[in-house]
């Protein structure tokens, strides 16, 4: 369950940092979610995410984007969605056409006398 939980909280992070692509920089919630910087240093390595050093007031710190191969995973997880929902709207025609035809066969029973 806790898996799950994680792997939820990546996909949101995710897909918040694509809704800003390729503009938008992010550093403290890329390391709420990520937790350990050995974690991090691996997404970056594998192309998910790319770091940048910004140096602000004599301070720095890391800043996250994007990264190429994310890209794949969003278009995945969209598509994933998107099956979901063409699941549904499957089944509401079927069970549409299934009540229709009911209807049809009932009106025709009645049209032609047969109860």
Known sequence: MKQ??????????VKEMYRGFPNWQFRKMVE?????????????????LVKEQHVVDRQKYDVYMLGPN???LV??????????????????VIIMTGAS???????TLKIFGIS
Not at 4 to 13: D, N, Y
Not at 75 to 90: D, G, N, P
């Open 4 to 13: 799950q939980i994680e792997v939820k909280k990546f996909e949101k992070l």
């Open 32 to 48: 709420d979610v990520v937790v350990t910087k050995e974690m991090r240093d691996q997404l970056i390595d594998a192309k998910f």
């Open 70 to 72: 994310a890209l794949t």
């Open 75 to 92: 278009s995945a997880w969209e598509t994933e969605e998107l099956t979901r929902s063409i699941k549904k709207l499957t089944w509401a």
């Open 101 to 107: 035809l009911i209807i049809i066969i009932i009106q």
